[in-house]
């Protein structure tokens, strides 16, 4: 026990706590942005994740991620936490206990399933939701998780930058929304009516929620409280800064007005991108990345998607997995050495190769995730049904899937 250091415990135990916050703040954000009568189906959904994941997480998901196996998936040999206590782990944070890493890791795997809800809002049943989230853990977090931060893992073994979940997290979660919104369907209505937001405060307050919780989320991911710490805090408020200040001037110029939706989103669509480069970049760099993400997002929702004609619902396509593309190939242009000895150089200091190695992560885990998520939805379309039938849906999922309602009717 004489490694462990109590700063470096407290920040990452910190951290974790801040990380957790980000889930109920992303139902804020999400439930804001459905019709009133849903609201309370995302709130349920974003909680249950919460519960439903951290205890597949000490059963087996954290022996499947970080455990000893091959270069895709780990072994069970950590299952129940089997071996995982207060003695560092030196294979991933020396300083800290096993268990301070694993629950850090944990709020992680918690948040991933959670994005995903986005691009389903207001249609899938809550049973099939539930098998949905476990197996999806299972069989494409873990491993995804396990092939870029997992000693052995392959993405990590070829070079991947992923600093606190670019990959594992935003493209994992954001390609996968896109898997279950095509599998599931268009909402009833979605090609001749407008799905107006019920309580846009709601979405702000989730932002301002997500935004303080990521601190935990990129600067924890440091695991220790130091210099990087510091750095990757300072990098990922300016590049949700930058984002979105940048989001919002973007409206004013194609719309003729700013939004508020579109600040947040813009602020949101920074941290998503910053974040595999948090431990990687200098402040400039995280300018570069927040001003441009909000480009890329901005067209990926207004543009892309009503071309296209799918109905990612809340954006989780559009935000989470463009601008997490965006972040990993940024990580490739803008990491450095100089913040970073246990990184590498990217394109804009002399390393072209790591561009191509960030390149090469996306595209595995793109294809993968999607793959995998859009069988599993077939899957359990065809064992249980994945979607709430029609009445249920005009209804809303509140009542029709939780007999409740967010708001009292007056007479």
């Known amino acids: 026990m004489d490694m462990i250091n109590a700063g470096d415990t407290a920040w990452v135990l910190a951290s974790s706590a801040l990380v957790m916050l980000m889930t109920p703040g992303l139902a804020f954000f999400y439930g804001g942005m459905v019709r009133r009568k849903n609201i309370l189906g995302v709130l349920m959904q974003c909680f249950t994740v919460l519960g439903v994941i951290s205890l597949q997480w000490v059963l087996f998901g954290y022996s499947l991620s970080f455990g000893p196996g091959n270069a895709f998936i780990g072994g069970l040999s950590w299952a129940g936490l089997n071996g995982v206590g207060f003695e560092p782990n030196t294979d991933y944070a020396g300083t800290i206990p096993h268990q301070a890493f694993m629950i850090f890791q944990a709020m992680f795997a918690i948040i991933t399933p959670a994005l995903i809800i986005g691009a389903f809002a207001e ?157 990687f970049v200098t402040v400039m760099g995280s300018i570069y990345i927040g001003l441009l993400v909000s480009v890329f997002c901005f067209i990926a929702v207004s543009f892309l998607k009503p071309k296209l004609g799918y109905d990612d619902s809340l954006d989780a396509f559009g935000v989470h997995c463009v601008g997490g593309i965006w972040g990993a190939l940024a990580t490739g242009l803008f990491a450095t050495k100089t913040v970073n000895s246990a990184g590498a150089d990217g394109l804009f200091y002399g390393n072209p190769a790591q561009l191509l190695i960030q390149t090469k992560a996306v595209l595995l885990t793109v294809v993968y995730s999607f793959v995998v998520t859009f069988v599993l939805c077939k899957v359990i379309d065809m064992v249980m049904g994945l979607r709430v039938d029609e009445a249920d849906e005009v209804e809303g999922l509140d009542v029709s899937q939780h007999h409740e309602r967010a708001y009292t009717v007056l007479d």
């Open 123 to 279: 249609r899938m049943k809550f049973s099939a939701f539930l098998v949905f989230t476990v197996l999806w853990a299972t069989l494409v977090y873990d491993p995804i998780c396990h092939m870029v931060w997992a000693v052995g893992g392959y993405a990590r073994g070829f070079g991947t930058l992923d600093f606190a979940g670019g990959t594992v997290v935003h493209i994992n979660a954001g390609i996968a929304g896109l898997a279950v919104a095509l599998a599931i369907g268009k909402r009833k209505g979605y090609e001749n009516k407008s799905f107006p937001i019920h309580n846009l405060p709601l979405t702000v307050l989730g932002a301002g929620l997500l935004w303080f919780g990521w601190f935990g989320f990129n600067a924890g991911s440091a695991l220790a409280a130091n210099g990087l710490a510091a750095s990757a805090f300072v990098v990922t408020n300016t590049a949700a800064a930058a984002a979105g200040l940048s989001w919002a001037l973007i409206e004013w110029k194609v719309n003729g007005k700013p939004t508020i939706l579109g600040t947040v989103s813009g602020a949101v669509a920074g941290l998503v991108a910053v974040t595999p480069a948090a431990g």
